[in-house]
């Protein structure tokens, strides 16, 4: 029998040092795979997200996927001796992740070049609100403002009406997995370049504009300025949602065969087969009419009936989503997108699965998300300090 695969960042040391959002989701993801990722947290409290939202047991419950596979240490990172700490923590990773405000390394004595100076190979990832460089690198910014300087806020709106969060902490998320392609990368470089460590730095609002698509170039080409379009996609038709009796379907119908198919199906052969709808531009200039033939068809069904009708003939559509529909759906339960994942105070709950799908060497949850301090001693003991150094540190408030 072929022995199992290794995890694909086993052997890979990260020491994340963000709170909240965007530097733990970096080390979330890399911590799926296989990486050995120790979290430095303040004596405490410990990260804020602990206390985010709906909270069972005295912990977030989004604290238990955010956190899983890490180990936590607690250090207090404004004192010198828990600076040192970090520094020799540090000296033997692979990778730091951080996400204070720029120049929150510096004043503590671990900037990038004195922490290259104890370990060349080092991979730091950055993630700030507008990058270690620049006239804003010194305002604070969290992933909304992102969101908004990126260009996505003026898009998410019905044409008219204010601009709406998309409802998750996108811009923070967006950074995050910029942050892990550049760590990758990094490494890459390192081991395979025989390349010595590097700084990525990563933006807020650089992560949302990356996937802003054709936004500047029409700008730019044009002078055109794309406004908000609430649930249409400007310039594609049709790709919209529309009304059922029972809720909402997206229908996207854009496809020059899938829109003969979808007129087909609705009763509208008149306007699959006029020649002007033969392409998505004379489709554009037509959008309204469109919209108003498929809304018409959908509004006398139920949400099921659309579907069952559209999956028949291959056009693509798919209902609106909430949790319980989630949690209830038998696609995401085969494809190992809903795991049963224990807490470290012994309840269960249902989790998010994990992203990409490797073959062989698949991402794992191997331990649930930890409590403030729960690895302290174990990983000063692993640096070489002994019970007497710990106790030491600890009766001075340095570490819990």
Known sequence: MTPPSPAALAGVRVIEMGQLIAGP?????LG????????????????????????????????QVQSRNKRSVAIDLRAPDGQQLARQLIAE?????ENFRPGTLEGWGLSPDELHALNPGLVILRISGYGQTGPYRDLPGFGVIGEAMGGLRHLTAEPGRVPVRVGVSIGDTLAALHGVIGVMMALYHRKVNGGAGQVIDVALHEAVFNVMESLLPEYSAFGAVREAAGSALPGIAPSNAYACQDGWVLVAGNGDSIFKRLMTTIGRDDLGSAPDLADNAGRVARVAEIDAAIGAWTNGKTVQQVLDALAAARVPAGKVYTARDIAEDPHYRARVMILRQATRDGDTMEVHGIVPKLSATPGTVRASAPHVGDDTDSVLREMGLSSEQIAALRDKEIIQ
């Open 32 to 63: 799926e795979f296989g990486a050995d990722v120790v979290k430095i947290e303040p004596p405490g409290a410990g990260d804020p997200l602990r206390n985010w939202r709906l909270i069972k047991n005295g912990t977030s419950v989004w604290w």
């Open 25 to 29: 989701f970096a080390g979330k993801t």
């Open 93 to 97: 990773a692979d990778v730091l992740i």
